[in-house]
């Protein structure tokens, strides 16, 4: 279970600063996805399908993923990278 912290617009939905509750010096993000179009949601699983099989030092690490798709709504836990925004 993770515990929330702030939280950062983006794109497609927000992102969460999170911790594992059983651990709370390990920090992760959450990004939360809500849409009513199925295929999106489903295109978001994909996502994070393939993000799961790639390994690059530049790609960040998923770690778990929360599917409510009759709730539309999409939530994957990455690891935290402290950096700028690209925008």
Do not use: W
């Not at 920090?27 to 295929?39: G, L, N, P, T, Y």
């Not at 999106?40 to 530049?58: D, Q």
């Not at 599917?67 to 925004?85: A, P, Q, T």
């Amino acid at each position: 279970c993770y515990i929330y912290f702030i939280t950062y617009k983006g794109a497609h939905g927000l992102v969460k600063k999170v911790c594992f509750r059983a651990d709370p010096s390990k920090i992760f993000c959450a990004k939360i996805i809500r849409s009513d179009d199925q295929e999106i949601l489903l295109a978001i699983e994909e996502e994070y399908r393939i993000l799961t099989v790639l390994k690059h030092e530049c790609i960040i690490k998923v770690k778990d993923i929360f599917v409510n798709i009759d709730h539309g709504k999409i939530i994957y836990v990455m690891e935290f990278f402290n950096g700028v925004s690209l925008k």
